[in-house]
T-cell receptor, first 113, second 113 residues
Framework: SAVISQKPSRDICQRGTSLTIQCQVD?????MFWYRQQPGQSLTLIATANQGSEATYESGFVIDKFPISRPNLTFSTLTVSNMSPEDSSIYLC??????????FGPGTRLTVT | KQEVTQIPAALSVPEGENLVLNCSFTDSAIYNLQWFRQDPGKGLTSLLL?????REQTSGRLNASLDKSSGRSTLYIAASQPGDSATYLC????????????FGTGTRLQVTL
């Protein structure tokens, strides 16, 4: 299994600013994922972040808006840039351990005013 | 494109009842299927993982079945308790090591006293 922590747990930000979310895993993992969960919705994959390579973004998500760093096998950051109220969501970090089961962090609840 | 649907969207049952949550998916070429639980405003907790070659998995009062050919999975909860109240999500992973999870819409369960 894997234990994942995220910082911050929640934040209220003003329109036009940026927020960087940190994800820390208690073990080395190859594949890390960032998801967004908009209010009342299910989860949508933003990007897959593998250490040593550029993140792979899903359709509808771009690097300029959601830059991701993956400096090592236990850590990643997601930045939400130039925020608007439509970015208000829960952002979740996830890892795949042992090649199979996926685990999720507690999430970062972002409110943009 | 894989699509995952969960029925019902919401369910309220009295404590002690046995219940079944349903998940269907359109593409039967899956690697595995995972059931998660999400409490309000929180991250996801993995409940059960079923590999594509398996028919069912059990953990305590939970039993998940998989019928890959028909594109269906069920989550059976025995002797429900108020602490089981949460949203239950199923997610399917496509074939290939880089494949992503596709999430269902979720079933919001309330177990009443």
């Amino acid at each position: 299994s894997a234990v994942i922590s995220q910082k911050p747990s929640r934040d209220i930000c003003q329109r036009g600013t940026s927020l960087t979310i940190q994800c820390q895993v208690d073990s080395q993992v190859t594949m890390m994922f960032w998801y967004r969960q908009q209010p009342g919705q299910s989860l949508t994959l933003i990007a897959t972040a593998n250490q040593g390579s550029e993140a792979t973004y899903e359709s509808g998500f771009v690097i300029d808006k959601f830059p991701i760093s993956r400096p090592n096998l236990t850590f990643s950051t997601l930045t939400v840039s130039n925020m608007s109220p439509e970015d208000s969501s829960i952002y979740l970090c996830s890892v795949r351990a042992g090649g199979n089961e996926q685990y999720f962090g507690p999430g970062t609840r972002l409110t943009v005013t | 494109k894989q699509e995952v649907t969960q029925i019902p969207a919401a369910l309220s049952v009295p404590e002690g009842e046995n219940l079944v949550l349903n998940c269907s998916f359109t593409d039967s070429a899956i690697y595995n299927l995972q059931w998660f639980r999400q409490d309000p405003g929180k991250g996801l907790t993995s409940l059960l993982l079923i590999q594509s070659s398996q028919r069912e998995q059990t953990s305590g009062r939970l039993n998940a079945s998989l019928d890959k050919s028909s594109g269906r999975s069920t989550l059976y909860i025995a002797a429900s308790q108020p602490g089981d109240s949460a949203t239950y999500l199923c997610a399917v992973r496509g074939t290939g090591t880089a494949s992503k999870l596709t999430f269902g819409t979720g079933t919001r369960l309330q177990v009443t006293l």
